[in-house]
Nanobody, 124 residues
Framework: VQLQASGGGLVQAGGSLRLSCAAS????????VAWFRRAPGKERGFVAG????????DYAESVKERFIISRDSAKNTVYLQMNSLKPDDTAVYYC??????????????????WGQGTQVTVSS
């Protein structure tokens, strides 16, 4: 699976952005997908994940109630709707996919396909 992340940009605090992770490959519909982010000087961390069917999602505590992950199987795309953005959300956001995942979505390991990252900058 090849992943292409897009939708990043510059936004003021309190604003919204929607990231997209578009995939090529027939296994995407059977893959769990997650968003991770890496802020300057910090390690990459889990943001949100969704299982292959869309029936199970998980979020980092810092983004719960603000971010929503969803998927459109017909378009082979996973979205991350980010609302009420804060300067602390500034990071490069990466999407990742794992076919037939059996371990928690939030675990970093096991994701075999990664997108190139998209920059999100939130100004105060």
């Amino acid at each position: 699976v090849q992943l292409q992340a897009s939708g990043g940009g510059l936004v003021q605090a309190g604003g919204s952005l929607r990231l997209s992770c578009a995939a090529s490959g027939r296994t995407f519909s059977r893959s769990a997908v997650a968003w991770f982010r890496r802020a300057p000087g910090k390690e990459r961390g889990f943001v949100a994940g969704i299982n292959f069917s869309g029936g199970n999602t998980d979020y980092a505590e810092s983004v719960k109630e603000r971010f929503i992950i969803s998927r459109d199987s017909a378009k082979n795309t996973v979205y991350l709707q980010m609302n009420s953005l804060k300067p602390d959300d500034t990071a490069v956001y990466y999407c990742a996919a794992d076919l037939a995942r059996t371990i928690p979505l939030s675990w970093n390991r096991g994701y075999t396909s990664w997108g190139q990252g998209t920059q999100v900058t939130v100004s105060s």
